[in-house]
């Protein structure tokens, strides 16, 4: 095993308890929670080297990210 899957097993599992209770309860806090456990499952993908499997996860993060943002602003803040 590598370092970099073992950082990204850290931080999968810090992320997902940080997204399960944010401290504030705002919809931006909730998305950048959820980018966290994002970052450690890339981290692991990376470890294992699977260059389409990179690809895939960033190009959907890219694309769910721009549609949360839109989504937010059109709920805007509670």
Sequence with gaps: MTPEFYLGLAVL???TLAAAK???HTYLSRMISLE???WGLL???LAYDETL???????VTAISTFVL???IERRGEP
């Design 22 to 24: 944010p401290r504030p």
């Design 36 to 38: 966290i456990p994002a």
């Design 53 to 59: 499997a990179l690809l895939t996860f960033i190009a």
């Design 43 to 45: 981290l692991i993908m």
């Design 69 to 71: 943002v839109r989504v």
């Design 13 to 15: 599992v810090i992320g």
